[in-house]
């Protein structure tokens, strides 16, 4: 018996023992292609030698030093290098070790920038439904997913959800995208405007949705039009790209693509890449220099924050995305994988969309692609796609309850930058026999 907690207590895990570029090789020697990067983590691959080397290095000679007391070199470095790259306007960052912790130090900042500039009343959160921001509780609130949420429902904070901009479900027949948009700006407006135009704090969103939506894009213009809204009333931007930010979607920041900036952005996964845990919040000049002419102080933290060790090894990952030019690499992989995905899904009468950007990109499961009605959850699709994937050797990230938080299965593909061609090749086969071994046994 083992004496972890896993996530799952009734399930048995294989011992991964190894990495090897794209792949995990477990305790019995069986290879698994990560197709989705554990959680879109593992942009390297899991055998990174200079990054490797990066993580010795800097424990040889200091891994840790509290930041009540000290600064260090990988710390400064890594933040100068990210904000030298940053969308606009942004000034510093804060540093944390993981995602979720990211989130709730954007939201900390976002309330006490509004102190500190005299406007306490501001305390409404605006989200959008199917969102997820994080598992800490301030995250969970803050995420828009049914499911997660329900049963700590009680202990968490009020936060306002609007209507994603996930035109495969969400647009409405005989509505032109540009109407689409319109409606969901104005949406979010008048979700202002009912809390009361001084009393928003900050609006979140995934610039591409990822984990509860299956990389879903917004739709042109539609950022922009948020952006607008938020100017006009006074209302902070957080942009969480935990997930599809650090060139998962083929720009180092995924707000590039959107044409806009944010006040505050939240990375993780891709920033280390795994091979150490951390995650940061990028901070405007606007908040830095009010907090900094203020109390000066941020009433926050975490013991682990500015990890010595932690910034060294990402700023290594980093370096090695910038001086092999992945980005350009991970746009031409994710167009053949997106071809591939067409050839072999684009009439496959259970998958309804396949969508994305990069190498982020998704499809949504249907048992009736006409009507686009959901498997009935039940069935667990998303967790028997999930076993066989596994028996055929491939990682990917299947989810459920994709159209409200209960309903829909969905399929999350984020594989390392890394990639041969091959393995593309090798990841949609794979992909293709799990299905065709599930959907087999699925009753009719």
């Not at 928003?200 to 509860?212: C, H, K, S």
Request: aromatic share 8%.
């Amino acid at each position: 018996m083992s004496h972890v907690f896993h996530r799952h207590l009734q399930h048995t895990y294989p011992v991964a023992v190894r990495g090897d570029g794209a792949y995990i090789i477990d305790q019995q020697g069986k290879r698994y292609l990560d197709a989705s990067g554990g959680a879109a983590v593992s942009c390297l691959g899991h055998s990174d030698a200079a990054v490797i080397a990066a993580v010795q290095q800097q424990v040889s000679q200091l891994a840790y030093a509290h930041t009540s007391f000290f600064t260090t070199e990988p710390m400064e470095q890594l933040a100068d290098f990210l904000i030298e790259r940053a969308p606009a306007g942004m000034e510093s960052v804060y540093f944390v070790s993981g995602g979720s912790e990211a989130v709730e130090a954007a939201l900390k900042l976002a309330r006490q920038y509004f102190v500190e500039i005299g406007q306490p009343q501001r305390r409404h959160l605006i989200a959008r439904r199917q969102s997820y921001h994080g598992n800490t509780l301030g995250a969970l609130a803050t995420g828009g997913n049914a499911w997660r949420r329900q049963q700590f429902e009680p202990i968490l904070m009020n936060v306002s959800h609007v209507s994603p901009c996930y035109a495969y479900r969400e647009q409405q027949p005989g509505e032109s995208e540009g109407d689409f948009v319109a409606r969901l700006v104005r949406e979010l407006e008048d979700e202002i405007l009912r809390l009361g135009a001084d009393q928003v704090m900050a609006f979140v969103a995934e610039p591409v949705v990822g984990a509860t939506l299956g990389a879903v894009t917004a739709l042109p213009g539609y950022f922009k039009g948020i952006r607008e809204v938020c100017d006009r009333y006074g209302v902070l931007l957080i942009l969480d790209e935990v997930m599809c930010g650090m060139g998962r979607t083929g720009s180092l920041f995924a707000a590039e693509q959107e044409g806009i900036s944010a006040d505050l952005i939240t990375i993780a996964k891709g920033l280390g890449a795994g091979y150490q845990p951390i995650g940061a919040t990028l901070v405007s000049k606007q908040i830095y220099q009010a907090i900094a002419s203020g109390s000066g102080f941020f009433q926050h933290g975490h013991t682990y924050i500015g990890h010595a060790t932690a910034c060294a090894t990402a700023l290594a990952v980093q370096h090695q995305i910038e001086q092999r030019n992945l980005l350009p690499q991970v746009r031409q992989l994710g167009d053949s994988l997106m071809a591939r995905l067409h050839q072999r899904f684009a009439e496959h009468p259970f998958i309804g969309d396949i969508r994305g950007r990069g190498l982020f990109q998704g499809l949504e499961i249907v048992q009736d692609r006409s009507s686009k009605a959901a498997f009935d959850p039940s069935l667990k699709v998303n967790a028997r796609l999930k076993k066989a994937a596994m028996a055929n050797g491939l990682m990917c990230y299947p989810m459920g309850g994709t159209v409200d938080g209960r309903i829909g299965d969905h399929i999350l593909l984020a594989p390392p930058f890394i990639l041969q061609d091959s393995q593309l090749d090798e990841l949609v086969d794979k992909l293709a026999l799990a299905c065709d071994q599930v959907f087999a046994e699925l009753p009719r």
